[in-house]
């Protein structure tokens, strides 16, 4: 079951008009092998994230939405979507590999052992040779030498009979200065990696005695092969390369010895150019199945290249290299043909193949099981395009800017059970899955179809006329799949039902995809019995038809996700509008909802009733208001639920109980009001007893004190005399009280008269002037704040602290991070004349434990200038708005032009504020586009700043 994960950073501003936004981080790691998980930028909208030990490994990241636009993983990993995400329930991750290091001896002061693991490990600039082995912890097994100075292993430095695996990495002063014999101590060994350590040779004599050693990786040095002759060396320094005629000499008795047990070989990421008949031959009665040599720049393949290893080997991975062409990759599969070798998997990723290597294939067609052509240019799929193979398994056709593939082109694959065509440009499928009766798993993500490709009227490579459409009402998916991801795809308005007959689908993603379903068809799921998981983020139209029929037929589902199907505020109340019968009637062994990014206030106590088996619910990242009435008084199963980014003001009597039933809740980045419910709320998350998901972070929960007018985290300290009796209701009773005795009986007429008055007149002008009754009430409540706290914080006469205080939306984060802080912050004497600009950023400049509103108006008070990143996010953040409105104060209060305008992407005038059309109309701002060259771009801007900071220098304005 996917999870809903929380890896925040402190923030003080929002990107949604809700309390705040949480930040969401991203790593991204590049590996080879099944040594290295890197985790995904893009997870992927549901399927099996591809992995696979012959290929670059790619793990899981976060798992925050399954819908993220971004790039794929370039390897597979040919897992289901039922194995990636594990039984609905539970978290499927990889089990931790978090150890607890330790120094453990004085005088190995660049070393440190984790006992857990038993594994030691050394580095550090002052480690210029091996450690003693003798001073060794006792049981260690896995030995790490990394990031140092080592210049040479010498003969016998290493030992040490229980050592199973040593990896010495990032060692770049070694440079292949490795003495004969250096590991044969290790007589257990089974693992050994020296990569990014400046090999430029491989020599024999360096694994002699490792009788053991199943797995030996090479990656990312310098080695390269010996073009005219063989590429190891028997005998030392001075016959490096040791010639053909040489390497003949030698005994049958030292080859035949040498790693009789390795089984993987990475050579990835070498300066391999050339392979030979000799290449491997010193491997030839070795058990080798594994072997990898990305990134690889062949110049030259002979014929026999793989034959001493051929009848062994299972899986192959080229992946980046530069074989362009079809006959380097002939000669190096020319060894596997026959049916004495076994070759099972190939990755052929990122190549620059542009036709289908069938010839190539033929040669492995008796015995391939698995097949990545990920990243190359085919363009067009035809029926000849492949050869028969009926062992063929996994096929990976991702991103090879295939725009045609023709009816029956997969017939020679029979047995097919994983297709993947994500990220092409298909217009046209109808056909294209003849033949294919075990189909299983198919993914057709991003492929947007005719918007792509409609200025195509013929395939480029045969010429031929094709027809641009999408998903036709003569399609046919097979039967047999069980996952289907048809993501970003553009399937437009349904003309039959588009899952007609696949009555086997468990898995299912359909999010972002412009589907449309009119009355007639409402009902498109009726076949989908078995059904467990859906995935419909993005479809808007969802937000204009919740009715029960669409979900007919869905009477095994147990996850649906249902974020950012309402595109306005239009539809609000969108989950009450068929509020006599909950949309989700069908539904009865739904397990997880997700409704996030929904724009849903309010919420009818009957929308969750038939939803018996209810375990998890997400409404993050709404409107909601609190509510009185019983929600979830059905939901018995209920455990985890997360209310973060909404509307709550208060939590009442209801909430309070509903919420003490639940085992997981997340609360944070909602305006509370400091009283006495949100102190037992406090008190309730200090407890214990329920999980508050991000609980632990700085200024995640925090409530709104109106004596002050100032936000208070839920620490409880304020909280200390509340009773049964609330606050508010004590407060209300004593005033009510006390002008009540202070007023005269025959007033009361005349005030109410003039009450009436008053509010008429109001009204009538509220209506009338809006926009102008709210700005100026925002602003007025804005000066007030602002100078109670300039009374205390006046600009220091030293001048400014910084030449920009910049304003942003999290989701134009990365622009801030990539483009604008290198090109203010970063001298380029070459380019641009004068210093560089002192840039104020909240997430790094703000003071830790000032207020939000103190910070804001400090760092803002502290620039000379003010730049405004204006797109659809900023707009729709209330902080944002905040910042833009004190900007336009301070403009006003201080006579001087110290306000930017930039705007990454274009807003349309009924979209834009009032107040965003008066600074537009009065200053001149500046326009990103992404797609020109940007150097204007950045002259202005830096002239902008610097003429502010000239004018500033001479005459400090100071606030009042």
């Not at 936004?21 to 399927?47: D, H, I, Q, W, Y």
């Not at 050869?387 to 990976?396: A, E, I, N, V």
């Not at 983020?537 to 937000?543: A, M, R, V």
Request: with cysteine; charged share 25%.
């Amino acid at each position: 079951m996917r999870l809903e994960t929380h890896s925040t950073s402190s923030s003080a501003r929002r990107t949604s008009d809700s309390f705040r936004s949480p930040r969401k981080n991203e790593t991204v790691a590049v590996g080879s092998m099944s040594a290295l998980v890197p985790s995904l930028r893009r997870a992927l909208c549901f399927l099996w994230l591809l992995n696979s030990s012959t290929f670059t490994e790619c793990g899981v990241g976060e798992f925050t939405d399954l819908c993220t636009i971004g790039t794929l993983p370039k390897y597979p990993q040919w897992m289901t979507l039922e194995e990636k995400f594990g039984s609905v329930g539970e978290k499927s991750q990889r089990p931790s590999t978090t150890c607890v290091y330790q120094s453990f001896n004085s005088t190995l002061k660049d070393c440190k052992y984790c006992a857990d693991s038993q594994t030691l490990e050394c580095s550090g600039d002052t480690l210029n040779a091996l450690p003693n082995p003798v001073q060794y912890p006792e049981g260690v097994l896995h030995l790490r030498i990394s990031q140092s100075n080592l210049t040479n292993i010498p003969t016998g430095a290493l030992f040490g009979r229980e050592i199973e695996s040593v990896v010495i990495d990032y060692n770049p002063h070694l440079k292949g200065e490795i003495e004969d014999g250096a590991f044969e101590n290790l007589t257990s060994l089974k693992f050994l990696n020296i990569t990014r350590s400046g090999l430029k040779e491989i020599r024999k004599s360096w694994f002699r005695g490792l009788d053991r050693l199943e797995s030996l990786s090479l990656l990312d040095n310098d080695i390269e092969f010996n073009c005219e002759g063989d590429s190891f060396d028997e005998y030392g320094e001075d016959d490096v390369y040791a010639s053909v005629d040489e390497e003949k000499a030698l005994s049958a008795e030292n080859d035949l010895s040498l790693l009789p047990q390795l089984q993987t070989l990475d050579l990835g990421r070498n300066k391999i150019s050339c392979l030979t008949a000799n290449s491997f031959s010193w491997l030839e009665d070795s058990k080798l199945e594994n072997l990898s040599f990305q990134g690889a720049s062949l110049k030259s393949v002979d014929n026999g290249t793989l034959l001493p290893i051929a009848r062994g080997l299972r899986k192959l991975d080229i992946s980046d290299s530069t074989i362009r062409e079809n006959k380097l990759l002939y000669s190096l599969l020319w060894s596997l043909a026959g049916n004495e070798s076994s070759l099972e998997e190939l990755g052929a990723s990122c190549l620059g193949l542009n036709r289908m290597p069938k010839q190539c294939l033929k040669l492995i067609s008796h015995s391939l099981n698995t097949l990545s052509l990920y990243g190359n240019y085919f363009h067009s799929i035809v029926k000849e395009s492949f050869p028969y193979m009926d062992k063929l398994r996994k096929l990976d056709l991702r991103q090879c800017d295939i725009r045609i593939i023709e009816s029956g082109s997969f017939e020679n694959l029979p047995n097919l059970t994983i297709l993947l065509l994500a990220n092409n440009r298909i217009v046209y499928i109808d056909g294209i899955f003849n033949g294919l009766k075990f189909l299983s798993h198919l993914d057709f993500s991003f492929n947007l179809g005719v918007k792509l490709v409609k200025s195509y009227s013929f395939d480029p490579l045969s010429g031929r006329k094709i027809s641009f459409q999408p998903i036709s009402r003569n399609h046919s998916f097979p039967s047999s799949l069980i996952s289907l991801d048809l993501s970003f795809t553009n399937i437009s308005k349904l003309e039959e039902p588009l899952f007609k007959g696949l009555y086997q689908l468990k898995y299912l993603s359909i999010c972002y995809t412009n589907i449309e379903v009119s009355d007639g068809q409402i009902e498109i799921f009726n076949d989908l019995k078995n059904l467990l998981f859906l995935e419909m983020s993005g479809n808007t139209w969802l937000g204009r038809n919740w009715h029960r029929s669409v979900f007919n037929g869905l009477i095994s589902l147990e996850q649906l996700y249902l974020n950012a199907v309402s595109v306005d505020d239009k539809y609000y109340n969108s989950l009450m509008i068929h509020n006599q019968e909950s949309p989700f009637q069908p539904l009865v062994s739904l397990r997880l909802l997700s409704l996030k990014e929904n724009f849903i206030r309010t919420l009818n106590e009957s929308v969750f009733t038939p939803l018996k088996g209810l375990e998890t619910l997400y409404l993050s990242y709404n409107h909601l208001n609190s509510w009185e009435n019983y929600l979830f008084a059905e939901n018995h199963k209920l455990k985890v639920l997360t209310l973060h980014q909404n509307q709550l003001s208060y939590i009442s009597d209801t909430m309070l109980e509903e919420f003490r039933k639940l085992s997981e809740i997340s609360l944070f980045y909602n305006p509370l009001i400091c009283n006495c419910k949100v102190y037992e709320l406090a008190m309730l998350a200090k407890s214990g007893d329920i999980k508050f998901l991000e609980w632990h972070k700085e200024d995640y929960y925090l409530c709104i004190d109106r004596s002050v007018n100032l936000y208070r985290t839920f620490d409880g300290t304020w909280g200390a005399g509340c009773n049964e009796t609330s606050e508010d209701a004590r407060d209300q009773k004593s005033l009510s009280g006390k002008y009540s005795s202070m007023m005269p009986s025959w007033y009361a007429p005349f005030i109410v008269i003039g009450i009436i008055c008053l509010i008429c007149f109001v009204t009538v002008m509220a209506v009338r002037k809006k926009w102008n009754f709210k700005y100026f009430g925002g602003l007025a409540k804005s000066i007030a704040i602002i100078g109670r706290m300039r009374e205390k914080n006046k600009l220091s006469e030293k001048g400014y602290s910084y030449d920009l205080f910049v304003s942003y939306s999290d989701h134009n984060r990365s622009w801030v991070i990539n483009q604008l802080l290198p090109n203010l912050e970063l001298k380029n004497d070459s380019k641009e004349p004068g210093p560089a600009f002192k840039v104020c950023l909240h997430e790094r400049d703000f003071q830790v434990g000032c207020g939000i509103l103190e910070n804001i108006i400090n760092c803002m008070d502290s620039s000379r200038m003010i730049l405004l990143v204006v797109s659809s996010t900023f707009l729709e953040s209330q902080w944002c708005q905040f910042e833009m409105r004190f900007a336009q104060h301070r403009l006003l209060e201080t006579r001087r032009d110290d306000l930017l305008l930039v705007f990454l992407e274009e807003i349309p005038r009924d979209k834009r504020p009032k107040m965003l059309n008066y600074l537009m109309a009065t200053k001149t701002y500046l326009v990103w586009n992404a797609e020109t060259s940007q150097e204007l771009f950045w002259k202005r801007l830096k002239n902008a700043v610097r003429q502010n900071a000239a004018k500033s220098d001479s005459s400090i304005s100071s606030f009042p």
